[in-house]
C-alpha cells in the first residue's frame, strides 16, 4: 500500500502529559501522544491497562486530572463533531427496542434546541452507511437479534454518518470470527485513505498487517512508533514472556510489515 | 353500571382520570424500563409521601407540595445514581425509606383525625375532582409535548448515553428533563392507585409492550393502550365487586402480566417442535 507520506505530519490529537486516576487508582501516567492525519493507530496494552481511558480521554467524556488534550486544534468537546466513536460490543447491555435503521440513523444526530428532526439528507447518509456495511437488508431488524459482528457493522455505519475525521473503534472484532473480522479491517483500511483511525485491539496478529503505527499502553505509555511490533515492546507492555502472548499467533507478527 | 355512570359524576371524573392517567403510564413507563429506572421510581413515589406529610403539617396545597417534593427526589437520586460509584441503589434505598418517615411524622405531629391518608397510599380514583382532572391533563400535555418534540434525544440517551454524548447532545439535561417528568406523573398516578402501588403501573404496561415491539415509539403508544384497558377494566371490576379501586387495577394489570408471558413461553414451546 502507498502511504501517503506529505500529510502525515499534520497533528490532528495531541495528549500531552495526562494522568488519570478513579478514585486515586491510578490508570494512565503522564501520557504524551501525537496522532497525525492520515495514521492508522493501533492501541494495544494489557485489559485494564487504560487504553479504553485513553480514548475516552480524547474523545472528551472522561476529564483527566493533570495534562491537555487538543483535538483538531480545539478541546475534546468542542471537536465533538468531527470525531466518531464505535464503543466496545457489550451486547448483554444492548436489550432495548430499537431497529438496525435507528441505530444508524442516530449517526447524524445532532445537538438542537427545540429536538433534531432527521432530513431527507440524513436518510440519504444513513442508508449509505449501512449498504457500504453490507447491513442494509437487515435495517428493519432489532438491533437485539443481530450477531456480534454484524452489530459491530452497524455501529460502524452509525460513526461512518458523521463523515468523521477521526475514527475512533473500541475492540470492533471481540467475540468475532475471523473472516468477519478481516472484512471490517479491509473496510478500515479503505476508510483510511480519508480517514485518521485509531482502533484500540487485542489482535496483535492482525493488525500489524493493517496499521500505520502502534501505541502500547500499560499505564504509561511504553513505546509509540511506526507501524511494527517488536518482541521487547509486547514483552514491556503486558510485564510477561512474549512466548506466552504471541502463542498462537503467526510468526510474521515480530517482523516489520512491508508494504 | 352504564347507568350509575351518566347518573354520578364521580364515576365519570374517575373513568377521566384513568384514561388520562394511562398516557402518563404509557409513555413515561415505557422511558422508565428502558432507562432501568423502576427501583428508582419506587423510590420517589415513597419519597413523595413526605411531600404530603409536609402538606398536612404546614396547610400548603397537597398537589403543589407532592410535585415539588418529588422533583427534588428525582432529582437528588438521579444526582445519587449518576455520581455514586459504589452501589447507588443503597443510597436511593435509604432515601426512599427516609422520604417515607418525614412524612410519617410531620402526618403525626399534626394534629387531628386524617381520614384521607389512606387514598395517598392505596389511591383514590373515585374521589378525583375536577381540579384533579385538570392538573393530570396538564401533566399529560406537558409529557406529551417534550417526549414528542425531543424523541430522538430520548432514544439516543436511552439507548447509548456515552454514544449521545459524542454527539454533543446534553445528556445530563435530558436526563434531569425525564426525572421531572417522571416524579410528575407519579404524583398524578398517586392519585390513582396510591403511592405504594405506583411502581406497578408504570413498568407492566411497558414490559408487555416491550415484547410486542422493536420500537420505543410503538412501545409507547402500545403502553398507553394496554394502560387504558387495565385501569379501566379493573375501575369496572372494582365497582362490580365492590373492591378498593387502586389494588383492582394492579391486581388485574399483573394477572394480564402473568398470563401474557406464561402465555408467550408455552406458545414458543408449542411452536419450537413444529417449526423443526
Known amino acids: 500500500m502507498n502511504k501517503k507520506e506529505n500529510n502525515s505530519q499534520v497533528p490532528v490529537v495531541s495528549v500531552a502529559n495526562v494522568s488519570f486516576a478513579y478514585d486515586h487508582l491510578s490508570v494512565l501516567e503522564d501520557i504524551n501522544l501525537t496522532i497525525h492525519k492520515g495514521d492508522f493507530l493501533g492501541i494495544i496494552g494489557p485489559n485494564g491497562g487504560g487504553k479504553t481511558t485513553l480514548v475516552k480521554i480524547i474523545l472528551g467524556l472522561l476529564k483527566p486530572q493533570k495534562g491537555t488534550i487538543n483535538v483538531l486544534g480545539t478541546s475534546p468537546k468542542n471537536a465533538r ?70 452489530r459491530q457493522r452497524v455501529f460502524l455505519a452509525r460513526a461512518l454518518c458523521r463523515d468523521p475525521e477521526i475514527l475512533f473503534l473500541d475492540e470492533p472484532t471481540v467475540g468475532i470470527d475471523s473472516r468477519a473480522q478481516e472484512n471490517i479491517y479491509d473496510l478500515l483500511q479503505k476508510l483510511n485513505q480519508h480517514i485518521t483511525i485509531v482502533i484500540i485491539t487485542h489482535d496483535i496478529g492482525v493488525i500489524s498487517q493493517y496499521v500505520r503505527s502502534v501505541a502500547c499502553v500499560n499505564r504509561i505509555l511504553i513505546a509509540h512508533n511506526e507501524g511494527l511490533i517488536t518482541a521487547e515492546m509486547l514483552e514491556k507492555t503486558y510485564n510477561c514472556p512474549v512466548d506466552l502472548i504471541a502463542h498462537g499467533v503467526p510468526h510474521r507478527l515480530f517482523q516489520p510489515h512491508s508494504s | 353500571m352504564l347507568e350509575s355512570f351518566y347518573q354520578f359524576e364521580f364515576l365519570r371524573n374517575a373513568l ?15 422511558l422508565v424500563v428502558v432507562n432501568r429506572l423502576v427501583f428508582l421510581a419506587g423510590g420517589i413515589a415513597h419519597a413523595a409521601f413526605g411531600g404530603v406529610g409536609l402538606a398536612y403539617y404546614s396547610g400548603l396545597p397537597p398537589l403543589a407540595c407532592t410535585s415539588v417534593f418529588s422533583v427534588l427526589a428525582a432529582l437528588g437520586m438521579g444526582g445519587v445514581r449518576l455520581l455514586s460509584k459504589s452501589r447507588p441503589d443503597t443510597i436511593i434505598g435509604a432515601m426512599w425509606a427516609f422520604g417515607m418517615a418525614v412524612g410519617i411524622i410531620l402526618v ?10 389512606f387514598g395517598y397510599l392505596f389511591g383514590s380514583i373515585l374521589a378525583v375532582t375536577q381540579a384533579d382532572l385538570i392538573f393530570i391533563m396538564l401533566i399529560d400535555l406537558l409529557i406529551m409535548t417534550i417526549v414528542f418534540r425531543y424523541n430522538q434525544e430520548l432514544i439516543a440517551i436511552s439507548y447509548d448515553p456515552e454514544y ?33 402501588l405506583v411502581i406497578a403501573l408504570l413498568s407492566i404496561p411497558a414490559a408487555i409492550a416491550e415484547e410486542l415491539t ?15 384497558v387495565c385501569i379501566v377494566a379493573g375501575l369496572w371490576l372494582s365497582f362490580v365487586f365492590d373492591l378498593a379501586s387502586g389494588a383492582s387495577i394492579i391486581l388485574l394489570t399483573a394477572v394480564v402480566y402473568l398470563v401474557f408471558i406464561s402465555g408467550k413461553r408455552l406458545l414458543t414451546q408449542v411452536m419450537r417442535p413444529a417449526a423443526t
Open chain 1, 81 to 150: 463533531s468531527q470525531v466518531a466513536y464505535v464503543p466496545q460490543h457489550a451486547p448483554e447491555d444492548r436489550e432495548f427496542p430499537i431497529t438496525v435503521w435507528e441505530v444508524a440513523l442516530q449517526g447524524r444526530l445532532q445537538s438542537s434546541g427545540w429536538g433534531y428532526r432527521y432530513t431527507r439528507e440524513d436518510r440519504q447518509r444513513a442508508a449509505d452507511e449501512l449498504q457500504r456495511v453490507e447491513m442494509w437488508e437487515f435495517r428493519k431488524r432489532p438491533i437485539s437479534a443481530l450477531s456480534g459482528g454484524q
Open chain 2, 16 to 30: 377521566w382520570a384513568g384514561l388520562l392517567v394511562s398516557i402518563a403510564c404509557g409513555v413515561i413507563g415505557t
Open chain 2, 108 to 117: 403525626d405531629l399534626t394534629p387531628g383525625y386524617h381520614a384521607d391518608l
Open chain 2, 164 to 196: 449521545a454524548t459524542v454527539c454533543g447532545l446534553p445528556v445530563m439535561l435530558i436526563r434531569g428533563l425525564l426525572l421531572i417528568l417522571v416524579a410528575l406523573s407519579i404524583v398524578m398516578m398517586i392519585r390513582v392507585v396510591g403511592l405504594i
Open chain 2, 214 to 228: 422493536v420500537s420505543l415509539c410503538k412501545m409507547m403508544v402500545l403502553s398507553v393502550i394496554i394502560s387504558a
